[in-house]
């Protein structure tokens, strides 16, 4: 049994020259991906960075590809903030973290997708209403003082409504001395602040965030 042990050694008399101009700042781009916000979310924060960094006194700007910076609005956390998200809000967006690490200047840039979807699909609601009358100036009054008041009642409930049609026939009891005026609507459990009892701050909407949603505005 033997053994063979080698041992390399390179030995020279001349140093190599080593760069003596020390590196001022370091800068890196990040892809952050596609994300994915629901029309209509409100409160909805996009963070900076998509892991969470702890670095001192870090400093944050976000851009976006179709909108002046100024107008973006950013949290302390760097967190950029969407209060009413809407179809033309999507597009791209780029933050920039900038901070000193051992005295040199660094900046890291994450780049984002923003995509705005939209669930489709509600309730079609068919509601009658008995009259002594079937003029069409009456008819469209009534029908502008329903829209109104469901209006309000759509903003509180954080749902949306349109009017589909409506038409206005006599009723089979009373043909000559009564009407009924049918109205159709179709309703979304989606409106304005629809995730008001989700977390709102949450980056990732989950599933229960919507079936919540839709318990609570049905």
Known sequence: LGILTLVFCSCSDEVPARD??????????????????????SLYSLPCSPIE??????TYQWVHDREDS???????????????FQAGDSGNYSCTISYTERGLPVSQTFHYSVL?????????TVLLFQSKLCEEEQTKRFLWILQETLGHLAAEQHCKFQLT??????TLNEPLHEVFVQVQLQVSLF????????SSHDPEMVTDCYRKAVQHNL
């Open 20 to 41: 003596l101009q020390q590196p001022t700042s370091s800068s890196w781009e990040h892809q952050g991906g596609h994300v994915f916000i629901h029309a209509e979310s």
């Open 53 to 58: 960094m702890e670095v001192p006194n870090p």
């Open 70 to 84: 100024k107008f973006l609005s950013v949290s302390e956390q760097g967190h950029l903030l969407f209060k009413q």
């Open 116 to 124: 705005g979807y939209h669930i489709l699909g509600g309730l079609e």
């Open 165 to 170: 049609g409506s038409s206005c026939f006599p």
């Open 191 to 198: 409106g304005p602040h629809w995730d008001e009892h989700c």
